[in-house]
């Protein structure tokens, strides 16, 4: 019999007693034994005995009773309600309209994670976890099995891989902390708090062992000779770029926000400045100014900056040209000040010379790895293309996503659609006082190599 009728029938029985005190539900002309055989079945000796009870009492209890015996036959026990309501594995199909889905429960997440993922073949089982999480799930795990030594430090009453799926969903489709906790169960607030965590650590924790800068001879001469082949300009070891990441309309903040964080694209965001090499991971991210900020102003004061101008970061790998010590270099567009460790374009419009027009030509061709990286950082990661965090967390969340972004082209994962980046149209910057010998020292540099790639590109 279910347990809970039991008890009822129980709270039941001492209800009558202290009802009517003068009369007992069991004969008192039941022996012990009988007594005792009629209380483990959890039912009087005589039935008539109730009905000539001093007191109303009786009769009321033996009609509850009655009633809830019928109720708790007809109701199906628990374990069958559970095998009934067991959840079944998440699907990118699934509708979100139910607050209470089981598909994005613990229980639901631990199936599909532990249970059914090696029973799939590994091509339909990461395809189902990159639509679920943006990644495959040999990365997914990568992912928690570093997390989670920090994770456990918090006290999250979630386990890790859960709190990291849940916080990859949000990332990889662009949902916010709302939608997330109707689809978990969660509270928005609790929400954001692990959503927060997750790209601190990922931030802070991950960087440094998936952002570096290429200074290591092996990965600096692949990086080199890759550009190279790509561009017959030796010596190119990465390419700049700046893009705006969109910070969500919020009709309650609008006047809040300070113009400086409207860009000249028309909208409010924060500036995202990255360097990537020739497999378009990312070797420096910086995310420290509103999107109103000029590219040269930003990288200006990004440690990039500061570490190369100092003199902290050198490149051993030195070539001569023409007469000139060229040590490896990045390259950019007219937005970023010309420096012997970064290299524009001449002219932004074609009106240089032949060997000049033609340096350009090669040089926003090896930039256009940092352009696709980017496009594949949005495009993978798609909360970027409209952030719906606040301004404090999205440096954060956006240094997060550029990590993430690294381990994905690490593991080779099948790059998504682009995204389309707007039409860059800034104004090249002017040259700083203490830039000038800077300055100089990289236009002969350019002067160099523009001259060396046209007489070696005539004589072919």
């Not at 993922?117 to 189902?128: F, K, V």
Request: hydrophobic share 40%; charged share 15%; with cysteine.
């Amino acid at each position: 019999m279910d347990q809970s009728f039991l008890v009822m029938l129980s709270n039941l029985l001492h209800l009558h007693n202290s009802l009517d005190p003068t009369t007992s539900l069991l004969s008192d002309t039941l022996s012990s034994a009988t007594t005792a055989a009629a209380a483990s079945s959890s039912s009087p000796s005589s039935p008539t005995s109730l009905l000539y009870s001093s007191s109303i009492a009786p009769l009321l209890f033996f009609t509850i009773a009655s009633v809830l015996s019928y109720v708790a036959s007809t109701r199906p026990s628990s374990s069958a309600a559970t095998t009934t309501s067991s959840p079944s594995p998440p699907s990118s199909t699934t509708s979100t309209s139910s607050p209470n889905h089981p598909n994005y429960s613990v229980s639901a997440f631990r199936a599909l994670s532990t249970e059914h993922i090696w029973s799939l073949e590994a091509p339909l089982r990461d395809a189902q976890w990159r639509s679920l999480y943006g990644l495959s799930y040999p990365v997914f795990t990568t992912v928690v099995d570093k997390l989670k030594p920090h994770i456990a430090l918090s006290n999250l009453s979630l386990p890790s891989d859960y709190a990291v799926a849940m916080v990859l969903s949000r990332l990889s489709h662009g949902l916010t902390a709302k939608t997330v906790a109707s689809r978990y169960s969660l509270d928005p607030f609790l929400v954001s708090k692990i959503t927060n965590m997750v790209t601190r650590l990922l931030a802070t924790r991950l960087y440094p062992e998936f952002i570096k800068i290429p200074v290591g001879r092996r990965r600096l001469l692949e990086t080199t000779q890759a550009f190279e082949e790509l561009t017959s300009l030796p010596n190119m070891c990465g390419a700049i770029d700046a893009t705006p990441v969109k910070l969500r309309h919020n009709r309650r903040r609008a006047n809040r926000v300070p113009q400086s964080y409207r860009c000249r694209h028309g909208f409010n965001s924060v500036l995202l400045q990255v360097v990537a090499d020739h497999k378009r991971i990312f070797w420096d991210v910086c995310v420290k100014a509103p999107g109103g900020t000029d590219d040269a102003t930003h990288f200006r004061d990004s440690l990039l900056y500061s570490r190369l101008t100092s003199g902290d970061i050198v490149w051993d790998k030195v070539i001569n040209v023409r007469g000139h010590h060229v040590r490896p270099y990045f390259v950019g567009d007219w937005c970023f000040p010309l420096l012997p460790f970064l290299l524009t374009p001449f002219s932004p419009n074609g009106m240089g010379t032949a060997a000049q027009n033609l340096f350009d030509g090669m040089l926003m061709k090896g930039r256009s790895a940092v352009v696709e990286a980017i496009g594949l950082l949005k495009g993978r990661w798609r909360i970027l293309q409209d952030l719906n965090v606040g301004v404090y967390h999205a440096p954060q969340t956006i240094v997060a996503c550029c990590v993430l972004h690294n381990l994905c082209q690490i593991a080779r994962e099948p790059e998504p659609e682009l995204w389309k980046e707007p039409d860059e149209n800034g104004p090249q910057p002017r040259v700083m006082d203490s830039e000038k010998s800077l300055y100089f020292f990289g236009e002969s540099l350019r002067q160099a190599l523009a001259d060396d790639l046209h007489q070696k590109l005539s004589s072919r």
